[in-house]
DNA sequence: AAAAATACGTCAATAAAGCTGACATATTTT
DNA sequence: AAAATATGTCAGCTTTATTGACGTATTTTT
């Protein structure tokens, strides 16, 4: 048996080295969408705190717009959440005026989702910092370089 | 005073056009960063579900990993939560012996903070799914094209 | 040496945003 | 008539974050 000290437990080998391993997992790109993102919401985050709306509200007003007319099993759909969290979330920009329903004129189970014009002018005020931070890192950038970054975040999705 | 409905209010007018406008705002790049960040971060949100983890333990994780001695201001800042949201994640990853701490040789104020070995797994069990999705999003890419979208990402931040 | 600043930890209370599971209603499809 | 669908709602829960206050140890400044 080893000499041990007055501790409970062996002392646990610390690693002292950075994580680095030979190109072998790609540290560098993980890390810059991880800040990319961080600072691409923080943008309308700070709008969204003035009307105490928050990252969820921003989403929804914002694919409302896209696509007026989509129905809550779209929304759904797109946002890959979950009916209850989408329905509080909902609710409250329906109770606000950002968003109406509208029963389906075919299928009278669906509730269309359409924006006032109070959700259209919000969600382009959210949209526009977030454009101009998209223009900046841009910024000299060749139509084709444009392209690949593109074709870049098409093939990260599923 | 025009004639009205029962309603109390008035109809207030739908938009049932896409916002689109014109090439004025980015709407694409913003919902593609959307979706490739979600689906990015859905591969770890999987393994980490079994740890009973979430999305702060994976930061906390893989920032000590990546700079072993950092201290608790370093993760703070780089994360750029509060002390009080910190607090919690970390004490559990050290309860758990993922992450050790030690106090400052030069200051002992601080806390420098080492990954133990299971830590250092995790950290790369963590980052491999997500390491192959940007392999894939690359694929057949140049390395000019890499270059493109490291500094388009670099650029997105403050 | 005393005062101020710093690094960290902790407590209490709160909020946003998500989750599961169950159930109800209206409507459409089979 | 029965089954499936679209939506809404209820109750309870979890994670991740917040603010504000306070305490301790340590270092820096005065």
Redesign the pocket.
């Known amino acids: 048996m080893p000499r041990q000290t007055s501790q409970k437990v062996a002392k646990p080998e610390l690693l002292a080295t950075p994580m680095e391993n030979a190109g072998i997992i790609d540290f560098e790109i993980i890390e810059l969408l991880f800040f990319a993102y961080r600072d691409f919401v923080s943008d309308p985050d700070q709008i969204?705190d003035k009307s105490?709306?928050?990252?969820?509200?921003?989403?929804?007003v914002h694919f409302v717009n896209r696509e007026p007319g989509m129905?809550?099993?779209?929304?759904?759909e797109t946002?890959?959440?979950?009916?209850?969290?989408?329905?509080?979330?909902?609710?409250?920009l329906?109770d606000s005026g950002y968003i109406h329903?509208v029963?389906?004129p075919?299928?009278?189970?669906?509730?269309?989702?359409y924006p006032t014009q109070a959700g259209r002018d919000l969600a382009l005020a959210l949209a526009e910092p977030q454009s101009r931070r998209i223009e900046r890192a841009f910024e000299g950038a060749s139509d084709a370089t444009r392209e690949s970054v593109k074709r870049f975040l098409r093939g990260m999705q599923d």
């Open positions: 969204l105490g709306f928050g990252r969820a509200h921003h989403r929804v129905t809550v099993a779209d929304l759904l946002l890959k959440i979950t009916k209850q969290s989408l329905a509080r979330v909902l609710k409250q329906i329903q029963t389906g075919e299928d009278r189970r669906q509730r269309k989702l």
